[in-house]
């Protein structure tokens, strides 16, 4: 804390904790905005709003902003956890084949291309449709659509709202990791906490093995919003709205930028559910060679697809009445109580599946939603660990070979394309996962059910 | 009749649907008019022909006298509902209150209000067909499709020997009761309520299918223990809580039932579309350092 201190007085710094705090304060008093402006455990600062930052925003406000910067960078970041019926045993003596298998099926780093072949008219398709196009094409399975958050497709999705630099951005991206913290994660299930919650997830025993993969929108996402944010600046002048920080670039969600930004998000989140549908398929290709059998055999069912960069017009209750809700989660996952309509029918006894994943080399962690997160948050919780140190400061404290003979220690197998990223992925470089979850439970927005650890990372 | 009747209603219910398309410019619009206008036209000559107007084909509808013989003739031999009064002023087309008569008239038998006189005319000949079809009923009823298909397949005269029990008789009740305990049915206080239980069991577990793969059908899983499951809200009453947590049971059942469904009409449509490929010529990592255990 008080290296965070420090760190934030220091002129010229940006990043941490501190900073973090001043812009969920920023963000309260935005026009529009209802309740609290909610910081989760692993708040650090962004751009605009924090990281681990959720808001919501009355839609029946005509001053009510929509803001690319409560919405990040990457839209539509997120975790994917696929199940099977193998067990630690099962794969070690092939983890190294395994890590490769993955590795070759899913390109990684920043100018990484897809292996599956698309056009523009493809791309097109997939930004309207999002995993219905993937179901369509047959690259998943029925039951993956069923399993994701919103089943996969943003219906207010409109590509013709989106320029052209993005989509060129895009089309050679989709099925492609990503660098930064993205990862695709061989786990086993280390501890369960709810049994019957891990149950209904298809998870029996201690041992069994989860892929894990956190992916995004790539380039096309970063383009959508760089683009928006440059129409808001325009609206916040005609509309005369004013925002305590220059990075809270907004537009009132009625007006003609906030419905194009709205439409361009959709398909940019569109366009990062079929990104890791197409990984899905390429991790069920790389399971099924390795074990000589179909990945139907291997159950590799999709357990849940969270979302954690993402605005979505929903109903909360305020005051005791139902309210349409613009809610910004930025660095926030989904947590809906068991019952809600909008989870899938298979969760509804247990509650929302909420997957947080660790940093590279520590642990993940399976949630589940509550009704008091319902009401205290919005229905939202913790995203990840959250970054203590800032990218270059991990770079120089941090060596790559230290980093990655640590993982080796640890019995992890890591294949990554750059190893600038491995410094700034490293455990050291961000919060205990652990902590952030375990504040989420103690504070009631979400329920432990599941840890799991890695035993081999793909990484950009 | 009937048919004919069923086949322009057809071609109705076509027509408006390229009617509704959007269709731009100035020419298209027209040409639109154009058709509808010949269509009606078409239309009305059609249902005349089938009321029996004689020469109906070679009538020019836009000649007034035209018009006002038609209206008389359907009102003299078809609808028959107008007063002796009005029908003599229809009847005399130089009549100059003629108009005012035939919107009387027209208002009477319920026509709404319409743009042209041509509409008005294709209402009432609508009118008429509706009278001549209820009065003729059995004779149209031969040539329904349920019927035309019944009438080539060899009758059998169904016989429900069920039909003739006496479901309030404690025979019956005890007969049920009895069927029950061998299915192992829970019976309910009314037999009729444990037949339904009954026959739900029996189509579901006794079909010649899940006899021989009984493993095909039998649920499988760790049970849930739903009792210990949060509710979502309170009635402050255990017995209703415990009435309102079934109820989410069967409604997650059946829920569960419909995605089930969904999901099997996805993969029947995948079936036809789906083609998933790949190509590792266009796959590009960045700088490759693998850095693998060595052991």
């Known amino acids: 804390m008080l290296d965070e201190l420090r760190n934030a007085c220091r002129p010229g710094m940006v990043g941490g904790f501190l900073p973090g705090v001043k812009q969920i304060a920023n963000v309260a008093a935005l026009p529009g905005i209802v309740g609290k402006s909610v910081g989760l455990p692993d708040v650090h600062s962004g751009y605009g709003f924090a990281i681990g930052n959720m808001a919501a925003f009355d839609i029946d406000n005509p001053e009510s902003i929509v803001s690319p910067g409560g919405v990040g960078f990457d839209i539509n970041c997120g975790v994917r956890l696929l199940r099977t019926n193998l067990f630690e045993q099962d794969v070690l003596p092939v983890k190294e084949q395994l890590a490769q298998g993955l590795f070759d099926h899913i390109p990684v780093g920043v100018g990484s291309k897809g292996i599956i072949p698309m056009n523009a008219k493809d791309l097109e398709e997939a930004l309207e449709m999002g995993m219905d196009w993937s179901l369509r094409e047959g690259y998943i399975w029925a039951e993956d659509k069923e399993h994701c958050e919103e089943?996969?497709?943003?219906?207010?999705?409109?590509p013709s709202k989106v320029s052209m630099r993005a989509k060129k951005r895009g089309l050679p991206q989709l099925g492609t990791l990503g660098a930064g913290n993205h990862y695709a994660e061989i786990q086993v299930v280390d501890e369960i906490y709810d049994k019957w919650a891990a149950c209904k997830m298809g998870i029996e025993e201690k041992g069994q093995i989860c892929v894990m993969i956190h992916s995004g929108s790539r380039g096309f996402g970063h383009q959508v919003a760089t683009d928006a944010l440059v129409q808001m600046e325009k609206a916040m002048k005609r509309d005369n709205i004013e925002t305590n920080d220059r990075q809270l670039a907004c537009a009132r969600i009625n007006s003609p930028e906030g419905q194009d930004y709205l439409k361009s998000m959709a398909a940019a989140a569109n366009f990062a559910w079929v990104n890791r549908s197409s990984m899905t398929f390429l991790?069920?290709?790389?399971?099924?060679?390795?074990?000589?059998?179909?990945?139907?055999?291997?159950?590799?069912?999709?357990?849940?697809?969270?979302?954690?960069?993402?605005?979505?017009v929903e109903e909360h209750i305020v005051d005791g009445k139902p309210k349409k809700l613009l809610v910004h989660r930025k660095g926030s996952t989904r947590a809906f109580p068991p019952h809600h309509p909008l989870i899938p029918v298979d969760y509804q006894l247990t509650g929302q599946p909420v997957l947080i994943g660790g940093t590279m080399g520590t642990c993940s962690y399976v949630l589940t939603g509550t009704e008091h997160g319902m009401l205290e948050t919005f229905g939202s919780t913790c995203h990840g660990a959250g970054r203590a140190l800032s990218r270059a400061k991990s770079r120089r404290n941090l060596d790559y070979q230290d980093v990655l003979r640590k993982l080796e220690y640890l019995g992890i197998s890591i294949r990554v394309a750059s190893p600038k990223l491995v410094m700034e992925e490293a455990p050291e470089s961000y919060k205990n996962v652990t902590d952030v979850v375990n504040t989420c439970h103690a504070a009631g927005i979400s329920k432990k059910c599941i840890k799991l650890r890695p035993i081999a990372v793909i990484k950009g | 009749m009937c048919l004919f009747y069923g086949f322009v209603n057809n071609i109705c219910s076509v027509v408006s649907v390229n009617r509704d398309n959007p269709v731009s410019g100035g020419i298209n619009l027209f040409l639109k008019k154009k058709y509808?206008?010949?269509?009606?036209?078409?239309?009305?000559?059609?249902?005349?022909?089938?009321?029996?107007?004689?020469?109906?084909?070679?009538?020019?509808?836009?000649?007034?006298?035209?018009?006002?013989k038609i209206i008389v003739w359907l009102e003299i031999n078809r609808v028959r509902s107008?007063?002796?009064n009005v029908l003599n002023t229809l009847k005399n087309f130089s009549a100059r209150d003629w108009d005012n008569t035939y919107i009387r008239y027209k208002d009477g038998l319920g026509c709404p209000v319409l743009g042209t006189k041509l509409e008005e005319l294709q209402w009432i000949l609508g009118y008429a067909v509706q009278i001549e079809t209820a009065a003729n009923r059995n004779v149209y009823l031969k040539y329904a499709v349920e019927n035309i298909q019944t009438s080539n397949v060899p009758s059998v005269v169904a016989e429900n020997p069920l039909d003739k029990l006496d479901f309030r008789s404690k025979e019956f009740a005890e007969g049920i009761k009895e069927l029950a305990k061998v299915l192992n049915i829970v019976p309910h206080s009314d037999p009729l309520v444990t037949l339904k239980a009954v026959r739900k069991v029996v189509t579901?577990?006794?079909?010649?299918?899940?006899?021989?793969?009984?493993?095909?059908?039998?649920?499988?899983?760790?049970?849930?223990?739903?009792?210990?499951?949060?509710l979502g809200f309170d009635l402050n009453d255990s017995v209703l809580n415990q009435a309102a947590k079934i109820l989410r049971m069967l409604y997650i059942h059946d829920l569960r039932e419909l995605q089930t469904k969904a999901n099997e009409l996805i993969v029947a449509v995948q079936g036809i579309t789906a083609y998933p490929k790949t190509d590792t010529k266009l796959g590009k990592s960045w700088i490759l350092i693998r850095y693998a255990r060595s052991d």
């Open chain 2, 82 to 84: 107008a007063p002796p």
């Open chain 1, 283 to 312: 991790s069920r290709q790389a399971f099924a060679k390795q074990f000589l059998v179909t990945p139907d055999d291997l159950d590799m069912h999709v357990i849940y697809d969270v979302s954690h960069n993402i605005a979505k």
């Open chain 2, 204 to 230: 579901k577990r006794m079909a010649p299918d899940c006899v021989e793969n009984p493993q095909k059908y039998i649920l499988t899983g760790t049970p849930f223990p739903f009792q210990d499951a949060d």
């Open chain 2, 36 to 68: 509808q206008l010949i269509f009606k036209r078409n239309m009305a000559k059609r249902l005349l022909n089938a009321l029996g107007y004689p020469q109906a084909d070679s009538l020019n509808l836009n000649d007034e006298v035209t018009f006002k």
């Open chain 1, 151 to 158: 089943y996969g497709r943003m219906l207010n999705a409109d």
